[in-house]
């Protein structure tokens, strides 16, 4: 079986590593921060040095393209995104935007010739500090115009970020590219959860990847001195997002093992120890692998919004803010994963995902498959974020040889 080349592998990796490092190691690079857009420089002049055809599409993703001799034929795309969360880790997205680059030029390097195009994409915010899945699910033509008009992040940074880029929000849309002219999509990937190191298996394939809603709640009431304003006279905004908090985590440990709910960010207003907040904003990120789950805590999110601005006579309003579906991913795509890391010796097990992945968008057109690798401690979207590189250049093969072995899947009309 054809192997990458370790050492050109590495040698990217580390460079990349040091793009918006932080001075105790963690990796900054939210979506069009100055970290992100020096790592897709870099992604940038790696592809043209590999003498790769490179493209900014509308969503600003960014495109190594390696042609097949056939110019009709749909194209197999691998990837995943070079943003982090605030700081975050070096491997979540980065391992598989390397590996995507490093498939494309072991395949070119080989002489293969496959029926199909390939191109490596780093996609554009699938973090979500601005939207999520914003660039992968443009080009599957899964964006809608409200998620742009209204982005869980900050609107100025996406605006700003664009026009950066010589682009417009107003047009990334367009960036939707016609279903029959992707063969397939295959994304390599941290784990980020401790199933694989726990078991000491080193491939995991992706059953199916777990459905992401958010939204923001905001507790109104009123400013007041915080030392001389009674208890009883208080509207604190701040005692019904703490009562909201706590009463919505028990719910959903109570109510949906099989779900969770994050609370990321509480800001207060006007922010200060000595006054009574009059407003305070919680950003709420709920999951869940069915849409239904989804659809039935959406509905308890707002009863118990509902009652705790009530308990405390305060006013709320929800607004949510983009839903990523659940997904499942292609059983073909399975099939072929497994069978690849059988031929290369590699303990292998299929796993859901609770963590969002670029390869969500993809997997609602055409057919997808995710391949993680071990995550140790099971930690991840933090410095400490760390995968063994035996287990790096293993994933890189299986994604290599997975492309390779793309008649099996792939969707050629
Ligand atoms: C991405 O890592 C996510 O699941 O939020
Ligand atoms: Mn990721
Ligand atoms: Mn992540």
């Not at 979540?92 to 191109?119: C, F, M, N, R, W």
């Not at 964006?143 to 742009?148: A, F, V, Y």
């Not at 929000?169 to 941290?190: D, F, M, Q, V, W």
């Not at 006013?315 to 059983?331: A, W, Y």
């Amino acid at each position: 079986m054809l192997s990458i080349n370790r050492e050109r592998f590495k040698e990217n990796f580390s460079a990349l590593a040091n793009i918006g490092v932080m001075r105790e190691g963690g990796i900054n690079r939210p979506t069009f921060s100055n970290g992100h857009f020096k790592a897709r420089e870099w992604f940038k002049q790696k592809t043209i040095d590999a003498g790769f055809k490179f493209k900014v599409d509308n969503a600003g993703n960014h495109i190594a393209r390696f042609n097949c001799p056939s110019s009709t034929s749909p194209v197999l795309i691998i990837g995943s995104h070079l943003d982090s969360v605030p700081n975050g880790g070096k491997y979540d997205g980065a391992l598989g935007v390397v590996a995507a680059l490093e498939v494309l030029q072991t395949v070119k390097d080989s002489g293969v010739i496959l029926p199909y195009h390939l191109e490596a994409i780093d996609f554009t915010d699938e973090e979500g500090t601005l939207v999520g899945l914003l660039g992968s699910s443009a080009v599957a033509g899964k964006l809608s115009e409200m998620e742009i008009a209204n982005p869980r992040g900050n609107q100025d940074v996406l605006v700003d970020g664009y026009t950066k880029l010589g682009l417009s929000p107003s047009t990334i849309l367009t960036s939707k590219r016609a279903p029959e002219s992707i063969a397939g999509y295959i994304e390599l990937h941290i784990e980020q959860g401790k199933i694989l190191y726990e078991e000491n298996i080193q491939v995991g394939i992706v059953t199916k990847i777990v459905g992401i809603n958010s939204c923001s709640v905001t507790f109104l009431g009123r400013a007041d001195h915080a030392g001389t304003t009674k208890m009883e006279d208080r509207l604190d905004a701040s005692q019904g997002a703490s009562s909201f908090g706590l009463t919505l985590f028990n719910r959903i440990k109570n109510n949906y093992p099989a779900c969770v709910v994050n609370i990321g960010k509480m800001v207060f207003h006007p922010g200060a120890f000595n006054i009574v907040p009059e407003k305070v904003v919680v950003s709420v990120e709920f999951r869940a692998p069915e849409s239904r789950q989804l659809d039935e805590i959406k509905f308890d999110l707002i009863t118990v919004a509902k009652e705790s601005a009530k308990a405390y006579n305060l006013k709320v309003e929800i607004n949510f803010l983009g839903k990523h579906p659940p997904v499942i991913m292609d059983p073909r795509v399975r099939s072929t994963i497994k069978r690849v890391a059988d031929s290369l010796g590699l303990k292998s097990r299929e796993m859901p995902s609770g963590a969002g992945h670029d390869s969500q968008s993809f997997a609602r057109i055409c057919p997808s498959g995710m391949i993680f690798i071990p995550s140790k401690g099971g930690i991840s979207h933090s410095p400490k974020e760390f995968s063994y590189w035996k287990d790096c250049v293993n994933g890189a093969n299986v994604l290599l040889n997975t492309v390779l072995q793309g008649a099996d899947y792939v969707q050629l009309y």
